[in-house]
């Protein structure tokens, strides 16, 4: 799940990767056990010789759905990377197209979390980081351990501050 050695200077190393909290599979995981339950429910009621086109339909129909609200999301979740490293922050998202956005450590200019009673129960929550681009801050979503990330994000912030003396 790191980012490839090759794609980091020589003097960086990662600090911490991570892809969002399997939490994010949730919806998914219950849309995919209600269809599957839906379309053998009704998969059972057609007889009569339309019954293997009926079923067919029910199926296909089934498929598409668990592709979009299911297989997609699940691609998302597969492909999408958060990767801390000694000089930048980097995400990688993208099933067929990768689109990637680097920070800069040195640009960020805070980092907060935040993380309600779900997140709590389940290790996980927001990532805010905020630089002094255009876009003002970075908002990532189901981190896990979250407070952790962003202990391990304002100790390298803390040290690259520490060498620039600022």
Same mark, same amino acid.
């Given at each position: %799940?790191? +980012? ?13 990767? %991570? ?16 269809? =599957?339950?839906? =379309? ?6 057609? *007889?009569?010789?339309?019954?293997? @086109?009926?079923?067919?339909? +029910?199926?296909?129909? =089934? ?22 490293? *000694? ?8 099933? @067929? ?5 680097? +920070? ?23 990532? +805010? ?27 390298? @912030? ?9």
């Amino acid at each position: %799940m790191a +980012i490839s050695r090759k794609l980091l200077n020589d003097d960086e190393f990662v600090v911490v990767s %991570m892809r969002t909290h399997v939490k994010a599979l949730l919806g998914p995981a219950l849309i995919l056990i209600v269809v =599957a339950a839906t =379309a053998g429910f009704l998969a059972s009621f057609p *007889s009569g010789k339309e019954r293997p @086109l009926l079923v067919a339909v +029910i199926w296909g129909l =089934a498929f598409l759905v668990i592709a979009w609200f299911v297989i997609k999301p699940f691609l998302a979740w597969l492909t999408t990377t958060y990767t801390v490293t *000694s000089h930048r922050l980097i995400t990688r998202t993208g099933i @067929l197209s990768r689109r990637g956005h680097d +920070i800069p450590l040195i640009r960020i200019s805070d980092v907060a979390y935040e993380h309600g009673l779900i997140d709590r129960l389940l290790g996980c929550g927001t990532l +805010i980081i905020s630089d002094a681009s255009e876009h003002g801050r970075v908002v990532l979503n189901d981190i896990p351990h979250v407070e952790q990330v962003h202990l391990k994000i304002s100790d390298q @912030l803390s040290d690259k501050r520490a060498d620039d003396g600022t």
